[in-house]
């Protein structure tokens, strides 16, 4: 049983938007923080987003300011909303988390996998030019 599930994705032309949904289950926790990676066949898989159970995120410059990211705590759902994609944001996605503390550098920790890092299956996105 894959512990973490995405949702959405798809195909978009450059500019547009897509969204994506995570189904976070008990990683939804104050003892975790969750996010958003992403991987191409020529560069490794690389987190660009995270937030803790409070709402505090982080973001790779290269999506700052182009993708939000969000959680409901009622529904134990992550949230990415992405704005103005260009063909260079073509990745294979995934949400993620991982116990302890809540930052970039941090999340590099989840690649490790149990009992360090839990993963979804991942979402292709595809962003035509």
């Known amino acids: 049983q894959v512990p973490l599930v995405e949702s959405g994705g798809g195909s978009v032309q450059a500019g547009g938007s897509l969204s994506l949904s995570c189904a976070l289950s008990?990683?939804?926790?104050?003892?975790?923080?969750v996010g958003w990676f992403r991987q191409t066949p020529r560069k490794k898989r690389e987190a660009f987003g995270v937030i803790d159970y409070d709402g505090n995120s982080e973001y790779h410059s290269s999506v700052k300011g182009r993708f939000t990211i969000s959680k409901d705590n009622a529904k134990n759902t992550l949230y990415l909303q992405m704005n103005t994609l260009n063909p260079e944001d073509t990745a294979l996605y995934f949400c993620?988390?991982?116990?302890?503390?809540?930052?970039?550098?941090?999340?590099?920790?989840?690649?490790?996998?149990?009992?360090?890092?839990?993963w979804g299956q991942g979402t292709q996105v595809t962003v035509s030019s």
């Open positions: 008990r990683y939804n926790s104050p003892r975790h923080c």
């Open positions: 993620a988390a991982g116990p302890g503390a809540c930052s970039l550098g941090a999340s590099t920790l989840w690649l490790d996998g149990p009992p360090f890092g839990f």
